[in-house]
């Protein structure tokens, strides 16, 4: 065999090699393509049924992100196999790197994990306001995804908290309920009116628009206090409404005590100066 022969069949193998890998290098790029409009198109069929079946808003999302975490793997796994590389192979090696994995994403495995819990016990929803006792934050649930949750707060930030935080700590649901109670309570000094007062707070709580029921309300002397008498005040409004109810009555009070003389404590300094004529 010549050296011309050799270099023939060099050339031919090469190129025989370079129209293969092409050809696998375009199939995966079609397959991805595909398969990503596909997984978005099945996304957005998901997301369709869920809302025809009234599935919770964070459940349904949650369920499409994991759905379609799945799907992207089968499609690593075609992909992979487009290269000739075995699926048993494949299904070693993870399980092979899936130690060291778990423990370098722990924190998001936990997440993951917060995420399931709650979905399953349903502690709160998309469209609930929460108050979680971790950090203080409080806001509007927005979303539920794998990891995260995230919050809209009154003054319109986002807040995104991991899932596992707030599976593992206590938080107050505010609007699980359709009303809440509002309670307000009022210090007035011991010199005045204090049944007066009572009866300002009453008629402050029993006339406002977002009392659900007038003929409930609740008036009390809550405590005898160091330098006041507490008055308190409760009733139960719509969720939707205790913000502004509490601004109104608060308003309605301070204004009503200032028409009728009656003083609000408030801490003062009371400086003696020594009689000159006893130096």
Known sequence: MDIKTVI???????SDGLINLSGRILFVV????????LIKWVKKLLKKAFDKCEVEEGTAGFLVSVIAVGLYIVLGFVIAGTFGVDAASIVAILGSAGVAIGLAIQGSLSNFAGGILIILLKPFKVGDFIIEDNKGNSGTVTE?????TKLQTIDDR?????????????????????????????GVAYEADWKGAM?????????DEACINASEVEVYLDELAGSAIMIGGRCYVKNDEFRYAKQRILEKVLNRFNEEGIEIPYQKMVVLEPDKENK
């Open 8 to 14: 023939n069949q060099g050339i031919s193998t090469v």
């Open 30 to 37: 079609v397959t991805l393509f595909i398969g990503y409009w």
């Open 144 to 148: 539920i995804s794998l990891f995260y």
């Open 158 to 186: 986002t807040v995104v908290l991991p899932n596992g935080t707030l599976a593992n700590t206590s938080l107050t649901n505010v609007t699980k309920t359709p009303n809440r109670m509002l309670e307000l309570k009022f």
């Open 199 to 207: 009866g300002i707070v009453a008629d402050a709580f029993k006339t």
